[in-house]
């Protein structure tokens, strides 16, 4: 089971990356002035008609392409992913941390930070 603190290491080891101070928890690395998001805590609508809220048992992992999230999906725990229509056509996963182990925790924050990175010429 993953945990923010292990998010937080992980993410925080690669060079460039940031933890945001918003009230959503998030990190990302600057790309042209903005912060790019490599990962970020999922918002949930709790209430029909009310904002969502950041939901910090579930969190999106940017990810390179879509061919990797479908990949993902279809070989991966069901349990671990959440269903979000939100995030149809966008290249991330929504993942519940309590299904998710160190291995794949490191690889979804290394896939996400080498496809921001390489958008600005790092690698």
């Known amino acids: 089971m993953a945990t ?3 998010i937080q290491r992980i993410a925080l080891s690669y060079p460039g990356v940031v933890e945001g101070d918003g009230p959503q928890r998030a990190f990302g690395v600057p790309v042209r002035g903005r912060s790019k998001g490599i990962c970020w805590e999922w918002m949930e609508r709790v209430e029909p008609k ?3 809220l950041p939901n910090p048992d ?3 992992f940017l990810v390179p392409r879509l061919a990797k999230k479908d990949a993902l999906i279809a070989t991966g725990p069901p349990e671990l992913y ?4 939100h995030y149809n056509g966008y290249p991330a996963v929504v993942i ?4 998710l182990d160190e291995a794949l925790l490191r ?3 290394e896939d996400a930070w080498i496809s921001v990175g390489s958008s600005d010429g790092r690698k």
């Open 4 to 6: 923010f603190a292990d």
């Open 50 to 52: 009310k904002p969502k």
């Open 58 to 60: 579930i969190w999106a």
């Open 82 to 85: 959440v269903d979000d229509p």
């Open 96 to 99: 519940r941390l309590e299904h």
């Open 107 to 109: 690889e979804l924050i």
